[in-house]
């Protein structure tokens, strides 16, 4: 799927480039994106390290055991490949929650933290398991209570309610993760997504 | 609200960030051993990340530099106008899965466009709350355990999208005035 995907994209944009003229912004784009793509990992190392460090605290002080068997009775719908009180509960429900606040700083080494921890229960390394796709799924589908970023940009057009959206924009959340948590449930069953 | 919400975000980020060692240390953990001892893996997770990353965000760049978005966005017809589907509506939901920055850049010309109170900002505005960089993510978190097979984890995460596309549609057709 991601094969066809990147090829689309690829080709694609080559082709519309070539039919509008626009080749040179295309071939600068490849450049500009492969450095930006290094600057973004490079930003992630610091609060990367920060996170895994204090999850190892939490590890090591018998917290992350105990939130997960407190948290796995919850996510064990969504997770039923999960075995009781393993790590992992730990910390997907923590970049859950980062993500619900908002805090991108945190559910981005969180969720890395939490891809690890499905990693060790994969059975096959090199293909995405169904608890990881769920994980995927649910945090590409938002999870953030209050759409901060939105909200600043209205405010700074000179919105007089900005904050106005952020009721529409929880349903509209609520809609989107539950297609999520759906679509995974029901594609995880088709043939051609097996492995 | 805005602000109130930002220092309670604070707030909770300060304390999981201060709670975590002080439980560790009543606990008897050597806090600043321990520390980074886990702050250890994440430079290596970090350069894990590039390749794909890179991957990623080459294709996505190159979509979005040839203009492909905006040239779909042309082909909606009139008729869906009426209900607040302009162009810069549908450019916002195509570019939405692809690049966080480029979407919230479409929705600060739609509030320049329309001004901040109109429909279609309101409703652009709903449409970026309610969705994520569908393909960011999945490079990120996929990069950084080497997994290049994702299965349906696109699919269902773009289906999550278009789904939250057409309810901010319906919920903003209810709450504002078109």
């Known amino acids: ?195 | 609200m805005s602000e109130i919400s930002a220092t309670i975000s604070s707030a909770l980020f300060l304390l999981i960030l201060g709670g975590i060692p002080l439980y560790g240390y009543l606990k008897g953990v050597k806090v600043y051993e321990a520390f980074v001892e886990g702050a250890k893996e994440g430079f290596e997770t970090a350069v894990t990340i590039i390749p794909y990353l890179v991957a990623i965000l080459v294709a996505v760049g190159m979509f979005r530099a040839s203009g492909s978005i905006d040239y779909v966005a042309s082909l909606i017809p009139d008729s869906l106008k009426a209900y607040g589907l302009t162009p810069e509506i549908i450019t916002i939901g195509l570019i939405r899965p692809l690049s966080g920055s480029a979407s919230l850049g479409v929705l600060g010309e739609t509030i320049s466009t329309y001004g901040a109170n109109s429909y279609q900002a309101m409703l652009g505005a709903v449409i970026i709350g309610c969705s994520e960089t569908t393909f960011y993510v999945a490079a990120v978190y996929f990069g950084a355990v080497s997994i290049a097979k994702m299965r349906y984890a696109i699919p269902a995460g773009l289906i999550a999208d278009a789904v939250g596309f057409i309810a901010a549609v319906i919920v903003c057709s209810f709450f504002f005035a078109y």
């Open chain 1, 1 to 195: 799927m991601i094969n066809t995907i990147w090829l689309i994209l690829i080709l694609g944009s080559v082709a519309v480039g070539l039919l509008s003229l626009n080749l040179n912004s295309v071939a600068n784009s490849v450049v500009t994106s492969a450095s930006e793509a290094f600057k973004i990992a490079l930003g992630l190392t610091g609060v990367m390290c920060l996170w895994l460090g204090i999850m190892k605290i939490a590890e090591k002080s018998g917290l992350v055991e105990r939130f997960s068997l407190l948290i796995s009775p919850i996510l064990k719908y969504v997770f039923p490949e999960i075995p009781k009180g393993h790590p992992a509960f730990s910390s997907i429900s923590m970049n859950f929650i980062a993500n619900m606040l908002g805090l991108n700083n945190a559910a981005t080494p969180l969720g890395i933290k939490a891809m690890h921890d499905l990693q060790s229960l994969n059975e096959n390394k090199e293909t995405a398991s169904n608890s990881m796709c769920m994980f995927l799924a649910l945090n590409t589908s938002s999870l953030q209570l209050i759409p901060a970023g939105a909200i600043a940009l209205l405010a700074a057009g000179g919105s007089t309610n900005p904050t106005a959206i952020t009721f529409p924009t929880l349903i509209a959340t609520a809609a989107s993760t539950l297609a999520a948590f759906f679509a995974v449930r029901l594609l995880c069953r088709m043939r051609r997504f097996k492995d």
